[in-house]
């Protein structure tokens, strides 16, 4: 089992048709749903990946 890694969500969570991100959280739907069976590795990577992605 994963080890506790906060997730990004901010509780705004709109899925914006062009982009595929969420409006809050800016990440994909794929990572929403694998968020909580994701290693801490993976986690870290996308929340660095995350201040480089756009919603729009």
């Keep these: ?4 890694l906060d997730t990004p969500c901010i ?3 709109r899925i ?3 982009s595929g991100l969420c409006m809050g959280c800016l990440r994909t739907l794929d990572e929403i749903a694998r968020w909580r069976d994701m290693d ?3 986690r870290r990577r ?8 756009d919603p729009t």
């Design 16 to 18: 914006n048709p062009r």
């Design 40 to 42: 801490p590795q993976e």
């Design 11 to 13: 509780g705004l969570c």
């Design 1 to 4: 089992m994963a080890e506790p």
């Design 46 to 53: 996308i929340l660095r990946e995350l201040t480089y992605r």
